[in-house]
């Protein structure tokens, strides 16, 4: 029998076992459960999950549509590395968002003047943002008309050979925050 020793829990005593197969169909996984006491876990269903819940292992099928890609697993820290809104929205004419996440609603300040409201509010005003636009437009923030806020962000598309502002076609911005 093959083994492979994990060592790294409080008392220092886990151990993880991985058995080697006696028959074509026999592969068992070894491992120990919350008092310490090694727990067979025989496969099941093809595509099955070994998830623990930091007490017990348990193999299950992963959810209705394939594995939880939701955010609201994340720690705090991993929050903080996933986009806490983005959007893309046609500057021109009646202001339209294409797409968006965490993004409610545009505001058309003027000639190539937006606010960006959030969905769900950041923490502080202290997030970052970038943006492109096409055309050789250049997006910058506009602290003309209102420093950044926790529920709103107000950009501005300008000529890249001017400070004249424009309106813009295609305009994306993605914002990183608490």
């Known amino acids: 029998m093959s083994k492979v020793k994990i060592q790294g829990n409080a008392s220092g005593t886990g151990v993880v076992t991985l058995t080697a197969p006696n028959t074509n169909t026999d592969r068992t996984i070894t491992l120990p459960d919350s008092s310490d ?3 067979s876990t025989a496969p099941g269903t093809s595509g099955n999950i070994l ?3 930091g007490t017990n292992w348990t193999s299950a099928a992963p959810a209705a549509g394939g594995a ?3 955010l609201s697993n994340l720690s705090a820290t991993g929050k903080n590395r996933i986009a806490g809104a983005w959007v893309s929205f046609n500057g021109t004419g009646t ?12 505001g058309d300040w003027g000639t190539g003047n937006y606010g960006l409201y959030f969905g769900t509010g950041f923490g502080n005003a202290n997030y970052s943002y970038a943006g492109v636009c096409d055309n ?17 962000l107000d950009v501005d598309v300008r000529q890249s050979w001017t400070s004249i502002t424009t309106d813009n076609a295609y305009v994306q911005v993605i914002v990183f925050g608490d």
Do not use: E
Request: no cysteine; glycine share 6%; aromatic share 0%.
């Open 95 to 106: 202001v339209a968002i294409r797409d968006s996440h965490n993004v409610s609603s545009i």
């Open 136 to 152: 050789s437009r250049i997006l910058s923030l506009n602290i003309g008309n209102t420093v950044p806020q926790t529920g709103r």
């Open 37 to 39: 006491t090694l727990v």
């Open 51 to 53: 998830t623990s819940d």
């Open 68 to 70: 939880d890609t939701s």
